[in-house]
């Protein structure tokens, strides 16, 4: 049985928000859209069992930036450029309340507006100070925004580049391809994607895949402006400029990690900035090629969630092999007295997002 996520409008916020219907077959058990500390859910999968292995912190698009309230790319949404670090502070604060052992940050952690005012540098490093307070690692994915700003050999050599904390893990796939894996605790894997390897915004324009990204967005966009999608509605809408995909040898490097994990018995999960299922985003959202890296995930036992940001409405789906695709809900539109932060209890047979804000309490079984 299928369990496919509706949207639902929150009018304290004014902002949808992932409900799932309840559907045992699937393993999704149940989801609340109370993110208070009294919730069934906090009960029944949190209470009266062992404690968890560990914990860890997530967080998507603050995409921060020193200017005034604005709307986005559509004009459709309005977006809080300051106010998200006060929600980033919120975040950091509760993380250290409940002694997560790392945080995923998931993309966009700075806007693109800062790089026409000559601010990126100094974006970046006001919203790394507010990371730097707490006293776990924090691994960083990166988005569109980071390419807005800096280049891929800036943002290499620069506090973005979180591979040398993935001391259970490893390097970089390639000098230009920044994905990773580590194991935050023994049976746990933990996979980082370069969601931009194939993309016009985050390769120089002279090198061979920016070419090849840019043939395919023609062969499918005829818009002079690649980031207006080419059609209204559909799968097609993702050909667009600030979304990206995984080349092949990424594609073969992540199989080659989770064949080694099926072995191994461990439990994956796997970060990106861009969602890879249709049903847990917006199309317009999605990565180019999401169709080739779910083919690769179906074909692992050990994956049990792909986590992703792009789509600031956030969403949720469990694929036919017992994945869960959870897109998070983005800082940047949210309101100044809501949040969006999750804290993620991992379990021996399931996961537990404790969310914030617009972000919702979710039970994640194991497929």
Not at 122 to 151: M, R
Not at 266 to 273: I, L
């Amino acid at each position: 049985m299928r369990c496919k996520f509706l949207k639902k409008l929150d009018k304290r916020s004014q902002t949808h928000r992932p409900l799932a219907l309840k559907c045992s077959q699937t393993g999704f058990d149940h989801l609340s859209l109370d993110a208070g500390p009294s919730t069934d859910l906090r009960r029944t999968a949190m209470e009266d069992r062992a404690p968890p292995v560990f914990a860890f912190g997530v967080i998507a698009d603050i995409q921060y930036a020193d200017i005034e309230d604005g709307l986005n790319y559509l004009r459709t949404r309005k977006r809080f450029y300051r106010n998200s670090l006060q929600l980033l502070r919120n975040a950091t604060r509760r993380w250290e309340e409940q002694h997560v052992m790392c945080v995923l940050q998931l993309g966009d952690i700075i806007d693109g507006f800062n790089k026409s005012r000559s601010a990126s540098e100094q974006a970046l490093d006001t919203v790394i100070g507010e990371f730097d307070k707490i006293s776990v690692d924090v691994h960083h994915a990166w988005g569109n925004h980071e390419f807005y700003n800096f280049c891929r050999e800036t943002l290499l050599a620069s506090p973005l580049n979180s591979a040398a904390k993935a001391r259970s893990g490893s390097d970089l796939l390639a000098d230009d391809i920044y994905a990773y894996e580590f194991s935050p605790a023994p049976g746990f894997r933990f996979v980082l994607l370069d969601a931009y390897d194939i993309s016009m915004i985050g390769r120089d324009e002279s090198s061979e895949k920016h070419k090849r990204s840019l043939k395919l967005l023609q062969e499918h966009n005829n818009n002079p402006d690649l980031n207006q999608p080419p059609v209204f509605g559909g799968l097609e809408q993702r050909f667009v400029k600030f979304n990206g995909g995984f080349s092949q040898e990424q594609l073969l490097w992540l199989d080659e990690v989770l064949t080694l994990a099926d072995q191994k018995q461990e439990r994956v999960t796997v970060f990106s900035h861009l969602p890879v299922h249709p049903y847990a985003t917006d199309p317009i959202c999605l990565a180019w090629n999401y169709d080739a890296m779910r083919s690769v995930l179906r074909s692992h036992k050990s994956v049990v969630c792909f986590m992703a940001g792009h789509d600031h409405d956030g969403g949720y789906y469990i694929d036919g092999s017992g994945v869960h695709h959870i897109t998070l809900e983005g800082v940047i539109e949210t309101r100044p007295d809501s949040n969006a932060f999750g804290t993620v209890y991992v379990y021996e047979d399931q996961m537990v997002l404790k969310g914030n804000g617009r972000i919702s309490d979710m039970v994640l079984k194991y497929p």
